[in-house]
C-alpha cells in the first residue's frame, strides 16, 4: 500500500500518481480540502484504472495551513488504518520513488528482518540539475536518511499534532530512540516540491520563500542563498549540481 495526505497538490499529483500505480495497486489518499483540481485529478485517474484499488477520503482541514491545527497525526495515523498490504510505503505526493528500489527495498528488509526500511534523500533545488546540500544547522537535505516503507502492524505517528514522527507499534518508542528494527534499503527518494521553482510552490504553502531570492556563489563554489526564518535571522542554502541517476518518469523535464 501507499498513502499520503494532499492539498492543493495539482502540480504534482499526476506525476505522483504515474509514479506509484507502477509498484502498487492499492493508494490511499486524504485530501484536506484542495480548492485546485486535485481531487479532480485523482477521481479521473480512478476512473481510467479500474485495477487499483484508490481510496480517496475528503477531509477538509481548519485552522492556520501546515500547522497544530491540523492534527497531522491523526490523519496519518488514519492513513495507516486504511491500507491493507503487507508494507505500507508512506509518500509526500512531491516525491518519487522507482519500482526497482522499491523492490530492492522490500527484498533488503526481509533478508534484514527488519519492520521499517530509510531511503535516501535527494531534494532538488530550483530545477532537477540542482539539489539543496545539509549544513551544521540544517542538516536535513541532501543524503539524509528518511523513512518511508515498513511492515503493516509494526509502526504508527506519534502525538505530535505537527511535524509527527513514527513509533513502534509495540513497543512505544520513537523511531529515533532505536535503530534495531529498522535498516537503509539504498533506495533513491526524489523530492521534487523545489526542483520546478516557483511553478512547484503551492497556494496556502506558508514553509518557504526562499526560492525568489537572488543566489550568489560561496568560497567552493557552491550556490547559497540568504533567507530569514520565522526569528528572522539569516540562514545560508548551499546547493550543489547534481546530474542524477533520475528516474524515468523525470526525464522529460530534464
Not at 491493507?84 to 527495498?105: A, H
Not at 527484498?107 to 528482518?113: D, N
Not at 503493516?152 to 513502534?168: A, D, I, V, Y
Not at 531570492?213 to 540562514?235: A, L
Request: contains cysteine; proline residues 4%; negative net charge.
Amino acid at each position: 500500500s501507499v498513502c499520503t495526505p494532499v492539498l492543493n497538490e495539482a502540480f504534482f499529483i499526476k506525476i505522483w500518481l504515474e509514479n506509484v500505480s507502477t509498484w502498487t495497486d492499492e493508494i490511499i489518499i486524504t485530501d484536506g480540502g484542495s480548492n485546485d483540481k486535485t481531487v479532480e485529478i485523482i477521481k479521473d485517474f480512478k476512473a481510467k484504472n479500474p485495477n487499483l484499488l484508490v481510496d480517496l477520503k475528503i477531509s477538509p482541514q481548519s485552522g492556520s495551513p501546515y500547522s497544530t491545527d491540523w492534527q497531522e497525526n491523526k490523519v496519518r495515523n488514519d492513513l495507516l488504518d486504511r491500507c491493507s498490504g503487507n508494507y505500507i510505503v508512506i509518500q509526500d505526493s512531491d516525491e518519487v520513488i522507482t519500482r526497482n528500489d522499491l523492490i530492492k527495498s522490500v527484498i533488503i528488509l526481509e533478508s534484514a528482518e527488519k519492520s521499517l526500511g530509510h531511503m535516501t534523500f535527494i531534494p532538488y533545488w530550483g530545477d532537477l540539475h540542482t539539489i539543496r546540500l545539509n549544513t551544521p544547522t540544517d542538516p536535513a537535505w541532501f543524503g539524509s536518511q528518511i523513512a518511508r516503507i515498513f511492515r503493516r502492524n509494526h509502526w504508527k505517528f506519534g502525538n505530535q499534532s505537527h511535524h509527527c514522527t513514527l513509533s513502534h507499534y509495540k513497543e512505544g518508542r520513537s523511531l529515533r530512540a532505536f535503530t534495531e528494527h529498522t535498516v537503509n534499503t539504498g533506495a533513491l527518494l526524489h523530492h521534487l516540491h523545489y526542483g520546478f521553482g516557483k511553478a512547484g510552490l503551492k497556494t496556502r504553502d506558508n514553509r518557504r520563500g526562499d526560492l525568489g531570492s537572488q543566489y550568489s556563489d560561496d568560497w567552493e563554489g557552491n550556490t547559497i542563498e540568504p533567507i530569514f526564518d520565522s526569528k528572522d535571522t539569516v540562514t545560508q542554502i548551499r546547493t550543489a549540481p547534481y546530474s542524477g541517476p533520475y528516474p524515468d518518469i523525470l526525464k522529460e523535464y530534464l
